[in-house]
Protein backbone atom coordinates (compact mmCIF):
# COMPACT_ATOMS: atom_id res chain seq x y z
CA UNK A 1 0.00 0.00 0.00
CA UNK A 2 2.62 2.15 0.59
CA UNK A 3 4.16 1.78 -2.63
CA UNK A 4 1.14 2.65 -4.27
CA UNK A 5 0.83 5.85 -2.52
CA UNK A 6 4.36 6.93 -3.54
CA UNK A 7 3.15 6.04 -6.92
CA UNK A 8 0.65 7.95 -6.79
CA UNK A 9 2.24 11.09 -5.49
CA UNK A 10 4.59 11.15 -8.62
CA UNK A 11 3.97 14.64 -10.20
CA UNK A 12 4.51 13.14 -14.10
CA UNK A 13 1.92 12.72 -16.42
CA UNK A 14 -0.18 9.46 -16.07
CA UNK A 15 0.96 8.53 -19.54
CA UNK A 16 4.41 8.00 -18.36
CA UNK A 17 3.21 6.29 -15.15
CA UNK A 18 0.38 3.14 -16.40
CA UNK A 19 1.04 1.90 -13.11
CA UNK A 20 -0.39 4.31 -11.35
CA UNK A 21 -3.33 4.84 -13.94
CA UNK A 22 -4.37 0.73 -12.94
CA UNK A 23 -4.03 2.28 -9.10
CA UNK A 24 -6.36 4.68 -9.64
CA UNK A 25 -9.03 2.30 -11.60
CA UNK A 26 -8.38 -0.30 -8.39
CA UNK A 27 -8.83 2.19 -5.70
CA UNK A 28 -12.63 3.53 -8.01
CA UNK A 29 -13.48 0.34 -7.62
CA UNK A 30 -12.69 -1.02 -4.51
CA UNK A 31 -14.78 2.23 -3.53
CA UNK A 32 -17.76 1.04 -5.33
CA UNK A 33 -17.62 -2.60 -3.87
CA UNK A 34 -17.58 -1.24 -0.39
CA UNK A 35 -20.53 1.15 -0.90
CA UNK A 36 -22.34 -1.83 -2.76
CA UNK A 37 -21.44 -4.23 0.35
CA UNK A 38 -22.88 -1.29 2.62
CA UNK A 39 -26.46 -1.16 0.68
CA UNK A 40 -26.48 -5.26 1.11
CA UNK A 41 -26.26 -4.72 4.12
CA UNK A 42 -28.89 -2.68 5.27
CA UNK A 43 -30.54 -4.46 2.77
CA UNK A 44 -30.14 -7.53 5.40
CA UNK A 45 -30.88 -5.96 8.33
CA UNK A 46 -34.47 -4.67 6.71
CA UNK A 47 -35.23 -8.22 5.87
CA UNK A 48 -34.72 -9.43 9.47
CA UNK A 49 -36.55 -6.94 10.65
CA UNK A 50 -39.62 -8.02 8.33
CA UNK A 51 -38.99 -11.47 9.14
CA UNK A 52 -39.09 -10.86 12.78
CA UNK A 53 -42.59 -9.07 12.41
CA UNK A 54 -43.78 -12.14 10.32
CA UNK A 55 -42.91 -14.39 12.61
CA UNK A 56 -44.16 -12.25 15.36
CA UNK A 57 -47.69 -12.49 13.59
CA UNK A 58 -47.26 -15.65 12.96
CA UNK A 59 -46.96 -17.12 16.22
CA UNK A 60 -49.78 -14.80 17.39
CA UNK A 61 -52.15 -16.50 15.10
CA UNK A 62 -51.26 -19.95 16.25
CA UNK A 63 -51.98 -18.69 19.64
CA UNK A 64 -55.11 -17.57 18.55
CA UNK A 65 -56.38 -20.79 17.24
CA UNK A 66 -55.04 -22.55 19.88
CA UNK A 67 -57.25 -20.79 22.24
CA UNK A 68 -60.17 -21.71 19.90
CA UNK A 69 -59.13 -25.33 20.00
CA UNK A 70 -59.17 -25.13 24.01
CA UNK A 71 -62.29 -24.00 24.23
CA UNK A 72 -63.67 -26.36 21.55
CA UNK A 73 -62.41 -29.34 23.99
CA UNK A 74 -63.52 -27.79 26.96
CA UNK A 75 -67.02 -27.58 25.83
CA UNK A 76 -67.00 -31.07 24.44
CA UNK A 77 -65.91 -31.99 27.84
CA UNK A 78 -68.77 -30.55 29.88
CA UNK A 79 -71.20 -31.92 27.37
CA UNK A 80 -70.30 -35.10 28.03
CA UNK A 81 -69.95 -34.52 31.76
CA UNK A 82 -73.64 -32.52 31.86
CA UNK A 83 -75.37 -34.01 28.57
CA UNK A 84 -78.46 -32.14 28.17
CA UNK A 85 -81.36 -32.54 26.17
CA UNK A 86 -82.44 -29.52 23.48
CA UNK A 87 -85.76 -29.84 22.38
CA UNK A 88 -86.97 -26.93 19.51
CA UNK A 89 -90.24 -25.58 19.66
CA UNK A 90 -91.82 -24.13 16.73
CA UNK A 91 -95.17 -22.59 18.38
CA UNK A 92 -95.78 -18.57 17.38
CA UNK A 93 -95.80 -16.12 20.50
CA UNK A 94 -98.91 -15.02 20.40
CA UNK A 95 -97.60 -11.93 22.22
CA UNK A 96 -95.30 -11.52 19.79
CA UNK A 97 -97.75 -11.57 16.70
CA UNK A 98 -99.60 -8.71 19.09
CA UNK A 99 -96.50 -6.67 19.73
CA UNK A 100 -95.16 -6.87 15.88
CA UNK A 101 -98.29 -6.64 14.42
CA UNK A 102 -98.42 -3.23 13.39
CA UNK A 103 -94.76 -3.38 12.13
CA UNK A 104 -95.96 -6.43 9.43
CA UNK A 105 -98.44 -4.42 8.65
CA UNK A 106 -96.66 -2.00 7.29
CA UNK A 107 -94.06 -3.86 5.75
CA UNK A 108 -96.64 -5.49 3.49
CA UNK A 109 -97.90 -2.14 2.52
CA UNK A 110 -94.81 -1.27 1.58
CA UNK A 111 -93.98 -4.19 -0.38
CA UNK A 112 -96.88 -3.82 -2.46
CA UNK A 113 -96.45 -0.04 -2.94
CA UNK A 114 -92.56 -1.49 -4.23
CA UNK A 115 -94.47 -4.33 -5.99
CA UNK A 116 -96.62 -1.69 -8.19
CA UNK A 117 -93.48 0.73 -8.20
CA UNK A 118 -91.45 -1.64 -9.88
CA UNK A 119 -94.09 -1.84 -12.72
CA UNK A 120 -95.00 1.12 -13.08
CA UNK A 121 -91.76 3.81 -12.47
CA UNK A 122 -89.75 4.69 -15.32
CA UNK A 123 -87.11 2.59 -16.43
CA UNK A 124 -84.26 4.80 -15.16
CA UNK A 125 -85.82 4.46 -11.70
CA UNK A 126 -86.41 0.74 -11.28
CA UNK A 127 -83.15 -1.85 -11.97
CA UNK A 128 -83.78 -5.25 -12.80
CA UNK A 129 -81.35 -7.06 -10.56
CA UNK A 130 -81.66 -10.67 -10.25
CA UNK A 131 -83.75 -12.70 -13.28
CA UNK A 132 -84.95 -15.66 -12.40
CA UNK A 133 -87.00 -18.43 -13.96
CA UNK A 134 -89.68 -17.99 -12.48
CA UNK A 135 -89.03 -14.36 -10.94
CA UNK A 136 -87.66 -11.00 -11.65
CA UNK A 137 -85.86 -8.76 -8.78
CA UNK A 138 -86.29 -5.27 -9.08
CA UNK A 139 -84.11 -3.07 -6.66
CA UNK A 140 -85.82 1.04 -6.61
CA UNK A 141 -83.33 3.26 -5.40
CA UNK A 142 -86.11 6.02 -4.49
CA UNK A 143 -87.66 3.09 -2.16
CA UNK A 144 -83.84 1.56 -0.52
CA UNK A 145 -85.84 -1.72 -1.27
CA UNK A 146 -85.80 -5.11 -2.96
CA UNK A 147 -89.53 -6.94 -4.61
CA UNK A 148 -89.15 -10.49 -6.59
CA UNK A 149 -92.28 -10.53 -8.53
CA UNK A 150 -93.70 -13.30 -10.37
CA UNK A 151 -92.78 -13.82 -14.04
CA UNK A 152 -96.24 -12.87 -16.28
CA UNK A 153 -97.79 -11.32 -13.26
CA UNK A 154 -100.11 -8.34 -14.38
CA UNK A 155 -98.69 -4.69 -14.19
CA UNK A 156 -102.10 -4.06 -12.18
CA UNK A 157 -101.96 -7.00 -10.03
CA UNK A 158 -98.06 -7.54 -8.90
CA UNK A 159 -98.01 -10.73 -7.17
CA UNK A 160 -94.54 -11.52 -5.06
CA UNK A 161 -92.33 -14.38 -6.43
CA UNK A 162 -92.49 -16.41 -2.82
CA UNK A 163 -95.33 -16.52 -1.26
CA UNK A 164 -94.99 -17.11 2.68
CA UNK A 165 -93.47 -19.92 4.30
CA UNK A 166 -95.57 -22.78 4.99
CA UNK A 167 -94.94 -24.45 9.05
CA UNK A 168 -93.58 -27.24 7.24
CA UNK A 169 -90.69 -24.76 5.36
CA UNK A 170 -90.39 -23.40 8.51
CA UNK A 171 -90.02 -26.90 10.66
CA UNK A 172 -87.55 -28.03 8.17
CA UNK A 173 -85.19 -25.01 8.32
CA UNK A 174 -84.71 -24.79 11.96
CA UNK A 175 -84.23 -28.35 12.15
CA UNK A 176 -81.15 -28.24 9.86
CA UNK A 177 -79.99 -25.26 11.60
CA UNK A 178 -80.71 -26.67 15.09
CA UNK A 179 -81.75 -23.27 17.01
CA UNK A 180 -85.08 -21.41 16.61
CA UNK A 181 -85.19 -18.54 14.37
CA UNK A 182 -86.17 -14.87 15.78
CA UNK A 183 -89.75 -14.50 16.21
CA UNK A 184 -89.89 -11.38 13.93
CA UNK A 185 -88.16 -12.84 11.56
CA UNK A 186 -90.77 -15.81 11.61
CA UNK A 187 -93.69 -13.97 11.43
CA UNK A 188 -92.20 -11.74 8.25
CA UNK A 189 -91.44 -15.36 6.51
CA UNK A 190 -95.20 -16.81 7.43
CA UNK A 191 -97.34 -13.49 6.68
CA UNK A 192 -95.27 -11.29 4.32
CA UNK A 193 -93.55 -13.73 1.79
CA UNK A 194 -90.98 -16.65 1.82
CA UNK A 195 -88.00 -13.79 1.39
CA UNK A 196 -87.48 -11.63 -1.90
CA UNK A 197 -88.23 -8.56 -0.01
CA UNK A 198 -86.92 -5.76 1.75
CA UNK A 199 -83.29 -3.63 1.84
CA UNK A 200 -80.55 -4.24 -0.19
CA UNK A 201 -81.08 -7.39 -2.83
CA UNK A 202 -84.07 -8.81 -0.47
CA UNK A 203 -84.04 -10.53 2.66
CA UNK A 204 -83.39 -15.02 1.82
CA UNK A 205 -85.70 -17.27 2.22
CA UNK A 206 -86.30 -20.08 4.07
CA UNK A 207 -86.22 -24.09 2.38
CA UNK A 208 -87.87 -23.56 -0.69
CA UNK A 209 -87.70 -19.38 -0.48
CA UNK A 210 -85.05 -16.55 -1.94
CA UNK A 211 -82.33 -17.62 -2.39
CA UNK A 212 -78.83 -16.18 -1.51
CA UNK A 213 -77.31 -14.74 -4.57
CA UNK A 214 -73.87 -15.01 -6.21
CA UNK A 215 -73.27 -18.66 -5.02
CA UNK A 216 -73.76 -18.37 -1.01
CA UNK A 217 -76.78 -20.59 -0.47
CA UNK A 218 -80.44 -21.76 -2.00
CA UNK A 219 -81.56 -20.52 1.71
CA UNK A 220 -81.31 -19.01 5.27
CA UNK A 221 -79.77 -22.80 6.57
CA UNK A 222 -77.40 -23.20 3.12
CA UNK A 223 -75.86 -19.84 3.99
CA UNK A 224 -75.43 -20.67 7.48
CA UNK A 225 -74.03 -23.89 6.76
CA UNK A 226 -72.18 -22.59 4.14
CA UNK A 227 -70.28 -20.36 6.39
CA UNK A 228 -69.25 -23.00 9.13
CA UNK A 229 -68.07 -25.08 7.16
CA UNK A 230 -64.33 -25.81 7.26
CA UNK A 231 -64.38 -22.92 10.10
CA UNK A 232 -63.98 -22.92 13.51
CA UNK A 233 -67.37 -22.04 15.55
CA UNK A 234 -66.83 -19.29 18.07
CA UNK A 235 -69.23 -17.42 20.78
CA UNK A 236 -69.29 -13.99 20.16
CA UNK A 237 -69.99 -12.59 23.60
CA UNK A 238 -66.63 -13.54 24.41
CA UNK A 239 -65.29 -11.20 22.31
CA UNK A 240 -65.35 -7.13 22.34
CA UNK A 241 -66.03 -4.77 19.35
CA UNK A 242 -63.43 -1.85 19.03
CA UNK A 243 -64.62 1.18 17.35
CA UNK A 244 -63.73 1.59 13.11
CA UNK A 245 -61.13 4.63 14.20
CA UNK A 246 -59.06 1.96 16.50
CA UNK A 247 -59.37 -1.02 13.38
CA UNK A 248 -58.67 1.81 11.03
CA UNK A 249 -55.68 3.26 13.55
CA UNK A 250 -54.03 -0.84 14.01
CA UNK A 251 -52.27 -2.82 11.85
CA UNK A 252 -53.89 -5.78 13.53
CA UNK A 253 -52.07 -9.20 13.99
CA UNK A 254 -54.38 -10.52 10.43
CA UNK A 255 -53.20 -7.30 7.75
CA UNK A 256 -55.34 -7.16 4.75
CA UNK A 257 -55.14 -4.17 2.46
CA UNK A 258 -58.03 -5.46 0.01
CA UNK A 259 -60.11 -5.43 2.86
CA UNK A 260 -59.43 -2.05 4.05
CA UNK A 261 -59.65 -0.46 0.48
CA UNK A 262 -63.09 -2.11 0.20
CA UNK A 263 -64.35 -0.96 3.30
CA UNK A 264 -64.45 2.66 3.62
CA UNK A 265 -66.60 4.43 5.63
CA UNK A 266 -69.16 5.43 4.25
CA UNK A 267 -71.11 8.12 6.08
CA UNK A 268 -74.82 7.65 6.68
CA UNK A 269 -77.24 10.28 8.18
CA UNK A 270 -76.76 8.27 11.98
CA UNK A 271 -73.45 8.73 11.32
CA UNK A 272 -72.85 12.18 10.51
CA UNK A 273 -72.35 13.46 14.45
CA UNK A 274 -69.39 11.00 14.40
CA UNK A 275 -67.32 11.57 11.46
CA UNK A 276 -64.25 9.97 12.18
CA UNK A 277 -65.50 6.44 13.24
CA UNK A 278 -65.52 7.12 17.16
CA UNK A 279 -68.84 5.84 17.75
CA UNK A 280 -68.94 2.57 15.15
CA UNK A 281 -68.30 -0.34 16.31
CA UNK A 282 -67.37 -3.29 14.93
CA UNK A 283 -65.45 -6.96 15.42
CA UNK A 284 -62.50 -8.10 13.54
CA UNK A 285 -61.68 -12.25 12.93
CA UNK A 286 -59.35 -14.03 10.78
CA UNK A 287 -60.18 -16.72 7.27
CA UNK A 288 -61.62 -19.75 9.21
CA UNK A 289 -63.82 -19.26 12.06
CA UNK A 290 -67.39 -18.19 11.82
CA UNK A 291 -69.93 -17.39 15.32
CA UNK A 292 -72.45 -19.39 16.35
CA UNK A 293 -76.07 -18.37 15.19
CA UNK A 294 -75.15 -15.79 12.92
CA UNK A 295 -77.11 -15.99 9.58
CA UNK A 296 -76.32 -14.10 6.88
CA UNK A 297 -80.04 -12.67 5.81
CA UNK A 298 -79.80 -10.19 3.24
CA UNK A 299 -77.50 -9.88 0.56
CA UNK A 300 -75.69 -6.40 -1.07
CA UNK A 301 -73.37 -7.40 -3.27
CA UNK A 302 -69.45 -7.64 -3.81
CA UNK A 303 -69.46 -10.04 -0.60
CA UNK A 304 -71.20 -7.80 1.42
CA UNK A 305 -74.00 -9.28 3.40
CA UNK A 306 -75.74 -8.41 6.15
CA UNK A 307 -76.63 -10.91 9.32
CA UNK A 308 -78.66 -11.47 12.25
CA UNK A 309 -77.54 -13.08 15.90
CA UNK A 310 -80.47 -15.43 16.36
CA UNK A 311 -79.61 -16.03 19.97
CA UNK A 312 -79.76 -11.54 20.49
CA UNK A 313 -81.37 -10.12 17.63
CA UNK A 314 -78.65 -7.92 16.97
CA UNK A 315 -77.79 -6.84 13.22
CA UNK A 316 -74.33 -7.17 11.64
CA UNK A 317 -73.25 -5.97 8.11
CA UNK A 318 -70.14 -8.03 6.72
CA UNK A 319 -67.71 -7.98 4.62
CA UNK A 320 -64.93 -9.90 3.71
CA UNK A 321 -60.92 -10.18 2.08
CA UNK A 322 -58.49 -12.25 1.85
CA UNK A 323 -57.58 -13.50 5.26
CA UNK A 324 -60.60 -12.21 7.04
CA UNK A 325 -63.30 -10.04 7.64
CA UNK A 326 -65.34 -7.49 9.98
CA UNK A 327 -68.17 -7.66 11.38
CA UNK A 328 -69.97 -3.81 11.79
CA UNK A 329 -72.67 -3.21 14.39
CA UNK A 330 -75.50 -2.09 12.55
CA UNK A 331 -78.90 -2.28 15.02
CA UNK A 332 -79.94 -3.75 18.39
CA UNK A 333 -82.67 -5.75 16.93
CA UNK A 334 -84.60 -7.02 13.93
CA UNK A 335 -87.34 -4.74 14.43
CA UNK A 336 -84.99 -1.53 14.78
CA UNK A 337 -83.00 -2.14 11.74
CA UNK A 338 -86.53 -2.87 9.74
CA UNK A 339 -88.27 0.38 11.17
CA UNK A 340 -85.25 2.65 9.72
CA UNK A 341 -85.67 0.60 6.34
CA UNK A 342 -89.00 1.57 6.51
CA UNK A 343 -88.14 4.89 7.29
CA UNK A 344 -86.29 5.34 4.00
CA UNK A 345 -82.36 4.97 5.35
CA UNK A 346 -79.91 3.27 2.81
CA UNK A 347 -78.62 0.76 5.57
CA UNK A 348 -75.30 -0.22 3.34
CA UNK A 349 -72.49 0.70 5.59
CA UNK A 350 -69.34 -1.15 3.86
Known amino acids: MNVALKLLSIKRPIDEHPEVAKLWAALTLREQIQQRSHTL????????????????????????????????????????????????????????????????????????????????????????????ED????????????????????????????????????????????????????????????????????????LGGFPLMDGFGEDIAQGYQQCLHASTPIRLEEYEMITWAQWGEASGPFPDNDLEEETKLRTTRNDKADPNGERIFL????????????LPFCYWGCGICTCIDASTEHIFQCAGGSQGYILRYVAASLEEWLERWLAGEALQFL
Open 41 to 132: LQEHMQCGVAIAKLEAQRAEYLAFMERFRSSLKQEEYDQKEEPVCVELTFQEDPMSQDHYRDLIERIGRHCQQTAWDAQHLERKQRWLIEPG
Open 135 to 206: YDGWYLPVRNSFIALKKGTHEWEPSLAFPPATEHQFRETEQELGFSLPPLLRLCYTQIANGGFGPGYGIIGV
Open 283 to 294: YEFPSGVWPEHL
